[in-house]
């Protein structure tokens, strides 16, 4: 999924070189906004949360990055985002500066991060696109449904386990609700037989995939 599975031996080899495995405990930050922007990386394993500062201090989470994804900031000299584990994460992390210089010589990465830029910037109007059609049901149950496609677990009886790796509050900035508002919302969709909730509501078993895709796309 990563960098790696994109470039052959000899280009894995350069990719390598300046490369070193680093472990995030939960809460630990990767990168500052406004610090100087000294590393990039490729997800093994964990999620981390990008955020952003608002005009009055409030910090607002503009994505979250899983498995197999890319963070950082190319060709740019000062970080503009903070990145924070939100679980134990593992993380190939790679100077900046070194790392722009092998995707110049490495076309197959070079190509694959321009195609996950585009992805990204796909996302990004799609969620722009969800905040201003759809309502809050429709918000919760697709912000699951994410969550199911990233990092499910199916049990034996076929039904689908997920982590919810954010705070109620977290969640409510990030869908541009309040936290009251995707309380209800959980526990509309656990009435209506989607879903169930457990651990305080920060472990949900999926129990009807269909029926939370017609929740999140009624239309």
Do not use: H
Request: net charge negative; glycine share 8%.
């Amino acid at each position: 999924m990563g960098l790696c599975g994109s470039v052959d031996l000899d280009e894995l080899s350069a990719l390598s070189a300046i490369g070193r495995r680093r472990t995030l405990a939960v809460g630990q930050v990767l990168a500052w906004a406004g610090d100087d922007n000294l590393l990039c990386a490729n997800v093994v394993s964990g999620i981390l949360k990008v955020t952003v500062s608002t005009a009055n201090g409030r910090e607002q989470i503009v994505g979250l990055v899983f498995a197999g994804d890319f963070v950082g900031q190319l060709f740019t000299e000062t970080s503009s985002m903070t990145v924070t584990a939100l679980v134990d994460s593992d993380l190939c992390v790679y100077p900046r500066e070194r790392f722009e210089r092998v995707l110049t010589e490495v076309s197959a990465m070079e190509r694959m991060l321009l195609q996950r830029t585009v992805a990204s910037l796909n996302d990004a109007r799609e969620r722009m696109l969800t905040l201003g059609k759809r309502g809050a049901q429709e918000r919760v149950a697709g912000f699951l449904l994410d969550l199911v496609d990233r990092t499910a677990m199916a049990a034996p009886d076929g039904s689908i386990s997920i982590d919810v790796p954010v705070s109620r509050g977290d969640m409510a900035d990030f869908l541009g609700l309040t936290i009251e508002t995707v309380s209800r919302q959980m526990t509309r969709l656990k009435a209506l037989g989607a879903v169930a909730l457990a651990r305080g509501g920060r472990t949900i078993v999926v129990k009807e995939r269909a029926a939370l895709e017609a929740l999140a796309n009624p239309d």
